[in-house]
């Protein structure tokens, strides 16, 4: 069973900065392109950003050089490191898995900016 947890978020004033953290399992991690994505209220889902096996990123033009995006196939968790948070950036972050066949997701995690 492929579970995705995530934390690190949280209520944090505009400016100030968050490590979000996915641990998988049930899932060859290294195998698979790990990425997050968040959804605010009223709005669809959106891709945040993505690392492929081979370390390769991309990320959303909304977060491009305040968000990082890494991954520590050791320990089976991708990180997002996310500075000079702004209120815009408030919503629910998903940890997201590609698999083969389907894709799996964690039960999100809540950032709050405050302005």
């Known amino acids: 069973q492929v579970q995705l947890v995530e934390s690190g978020g949280g209520l944090v004033q505009a400016g100030g900065s968050l490590r979000l953290s996915c641990a998988a399992s049930g899932i060859s991690f290294s195998a698979v392109t790990m990425g997050w994505y968040r959804q605010a209220p009223g709005n669809e889902r959106e891709l945040v950003a993505f690392?492929?096996?081979?370390?390769?990123?991309n990320y959303a033009d909304a977060v491009k050089g305040r968000f990082t995006i890494s991954r520590d196939n050791a320990k089976n968790t991708v990180y997002l490191q996310m500075n000079s948070l702004r209120p815009e950036d408030t919503a629910v972050y998903y940890c997201?898995?590609?698999?083969?066949?389907?894709?799996?997701w964690g039960q999100g995690t809540q950032v709050t900016v405050s302005s």
């Open positions: 997201n898995a590609k698999g083969a066949i389907r894709d799996f």
């Open positions: 690392i492929t096996i081979r370390y390769n990123t």
